[in-house]
């Protein structure tokens, strides 16, 4: 499917789904890198999510799975973001800001090495 097969989905939200070993680790992580509690706890198989505008992050208890999520972030100001993980107890990280002329960007791992990307879209830059 093209890019114009899938504007004719009218797709207005995303939702990312992180396969988890252990639902609850990974509730008290998300909880404090995101800083605030999860909105939802919709089922057991689906433990908790994070709503957000754009989106919903949402965790998955596949232990099969886990460890193979791709999810990335965007912010309006990756630095603060930065900033602020690390004074919630989260990796110190490097802005990665000479890979893509587009965003800049950070990566981090939860505790099953799901990959998470912080990134901020450079100011004029179209993604």
């Given at each position: 499917?093209?890019?114009?097969?899938?504007?004719?989905?009218?797709?207005?939200?995303?939702?990312?789904?992180?396969?988890?070993?252990?639902?609850?680790?990974?509730?008290?992580?998300?909880?404090?890198?995101?800083?605030?509690p999860?909105?939802?706890?919709?089922?057991?198989?689906?433990p908790t999510e994070w709503r957000t505008?754009?989106?919903?992050?949402?965790l998955v208890a596949d232990p099969h799975r886990a460890g193979g999520s791709l999810v990335t972030l965007e912010v309006p100001d990756a630095r603060q973001a930065l900033s602020e993980l690390s004074a919630r107890?989260?990796?110190?990280?490097?802005?990665?800001?000479?890979?893509?002329?587009k965003v800049l960007f950070?990566?981090?791992?939860?505790?099953?090495?799901n990959a998470i990307t912080i990134d901020e879209v450079r100011e004029g830059a179209q993604t």
């Open positions: 499917m093209n890019a114009e097969g899938l504007s004719k989905l009218n797709i207005s939200k995303v939702l990312a789904g992180v396969a988890v070993s252990d639902p609850e680790q990974a509730k008290r992580w998300y909880t404090t890198h995101f800083g605030r999860a909105d939802a706890e919709p089922m057991p198989e689906l505008p754009g989106g919903v992050v949402q107890g989260g990796p110190s990280m490097e802005l990665d800001d000479s890979t893509s002329d950070a990566k981090l791992t939860d505790p099953d090495d």
